[in-house]
C-alpha cells in the first residue's frame, strides 16, 4: 500500500508566514530605532540655538503653549477619526490615537510616507485594511491642508511685506483645495486611488456633514497650533508682537510648506523660514528664529509625550487579525 508523503499546504505556508512575521518585527524595530534616533538628534542640534530664547520665556508662558500644541494634536486625533467614520470605519478615541499619534512619529525620518506606513500597520489593529488606513491618511492630508490654507489668509498680509513664495502659494493652492474637498469630488478622488491599489471602492458618496466634521477639527488644530506660536512670540520680549490671527495664519501656512518639503524630517527648515518671515517684520530676524526653534522644540516634545500616553494605553492589547497576518505592535 503506497504511502501518502505529501506535505500538507498548511504546513507549507507555515515557515513562509514566520519568516514574514520575524521580517515585519524586524522592519518594524528598525523604524522605532531610526524614528528615535532622529528625534534624539533634533532635540540635541536644537538646544544650543533655543536656550537663550528658553531661558527668556517665564514658566507660565511655555506651559501654556505646550498646552495649545496638546490640544492641537489632540483635536488632530478627533479629525483622523472623523475620517475614518467617513470610510466606514467607526474607531473609538483611544484607539484612534492609538493609530494616529504613534503613527505621525514617522514624519520625524526624511519623506512623507513613513508616517503613512506606520499608520497602516498600526491600522491592523481596528480590523482596517492597509489600504483604507492609506485613503483615510491621504483625505486627512488633503482636507488639514485645505484647512490650513483658508487659515493662512490671515497671515498673508505680514507675508506679503517680506514677499516670498508663501503668499503665490496660497493664491494658487487654495481654490484648488476647496474644489478637492467638495464631496462628489473627493469621492471619486478616494474611489479612483482605491482601485488603482486594487480594491473596492467606497461603494457611497462622503457626506458633507462628515467633512465639515473633518475639516472643522482640523481648523481648531491649527488654531490651537497658532496659540502655542503666538504666546512663543509676545513672550520672547517686547520687540515681538505679532497679532494672534497673523501668528494662526502664518503657523498653519509655515506647516503646510514644511509637509510639502517631503526631503526634509518633519519640514525641517522650510517650516522655520516662513515663521521668521512671519516675525521679522516685529523684531529681529535672531530672536524670530529663536522663537521658531523653540516651538519646534516644544512641538517634538509633545509629539513624543503624546505618542509615548498612546502606546502605553495599547499595552497589552491583541488585535483580532485574519489568519496568517501578523499582529501589529506598537
Known amino acids: ?56 520665556l517665564n514658566g507660565w508662558t511655555i506651559a501654556a503653549s505646550f498646552a495649545a500644541a496638546l490640544g492641537a494634536i489632540a ?14 470605519h467607526e474607531v473609538a478615541t483611544v484607539e484612534a490615537g492609538q493609530i494616529y499619534l504613534v503613527g505621525q512619529l514617522g514624519k520625524y525620518l526624511p519623506g512623507s510616507v513613513w508616517a503613512f506606513v506606520l499608520q497602516m500597520e498600526l491600522s491592523l489593529r481596528a480590523g482596517i485594511p492597509r489600504a483604507r488606513s492609506f485613503a483615510a491618511s491621504l483625505v486627512l492630508v488633503g482636507l488639514s491642508t485645505t484647512a490650513a490654507l483658508v487659515l493662512g489668509l490671515l497671515g498673508v498680509p505680514t507675508l506679503v511685506e517680506v514677499g516670498g513664495a508663501a503668499v503665490w502659494g496660497v493664491a494658487v493652492l487654495v481654490p484648488i483645495a476647496l474644489v478637492c474637498a467638495i464631496p462628489p469630488v473627493l469621492s471619486r478622488l478616494v474611489d479612483l486611488f482605491l482601485r488603482i491599489l486594487g480594491r473596492a471602492g467606497l461603494g457611497h458618496r462622503l457626506r458633507l456633514r462628515g467633512l465639515l466634521r473633518v475639516l472643522g477639527w482640523s481648523a481648531l488644530a491649527w488654531t490651537l497650533f497658532g496659540v502655542h506660536f503666538y504666546l512663543l512670540g509676545i513672550g520672547a520680549g517686547s520687540d515681538l508682537s505679532p497679532s494672534l490671527t497673523n501668528a494662526i495664519g502664518s503657523f498653519a501656512l ?23 518671515a512671519s516675525l521679522s517684520p516685529f523684531g529681529g530676524v535672531g530672536t524670530a528664529l529663536g522663537v521658531a526653534l523653540a516651538s519646534r522644540l516644544i512641538l517634538t516634545v509633545a509629539d513624543v509625550l503624546a505618542a509615548g500616553t498612546a502606546a502605553w494605553s495599547a499595552r497589552g492589547v491583541r488585535a483580532v487579525s485574519p489568519p496568517g497576518v501578523p499582529q501589529p505592535t506598537l
Open 1 to 56: 500500500m503506497a504511502i501518502d508523503t505529501a506535505v500538507p499546504p498548511q504546513a507549507a505556508e507555515a515557515p513562509s508566514r514566520s519568516h514574514r512575521a520575524l521580517l515585519l518585527k524586524t522592519v518594524r524595530a528598525a523604524l522605532a530605532i531610526a524614528i528615535a534616533a532622529s528625534i534624539v538628534y533634533a532635540v540635541i542640534r536644537l538646544w544650543p540655538d533655543v536656550r537663550d530664547t528658553l531661558l527668556s
Open 254 to 276: 509655515a506647516m503646510t510648506a514644511g509637509l510639502l518639503a517631503v526631503a526634509s524630517p518633519s519640514g525641517l527648515g522650510v517650516r522655520e523660514a516662513v515663521l521668521v
Open 75 to 88: 483635536a488632530n486625533v478627533k479629525a483622523w477619526q472623523a475620517v475614518l467614520r467617513e470610510l466606514d
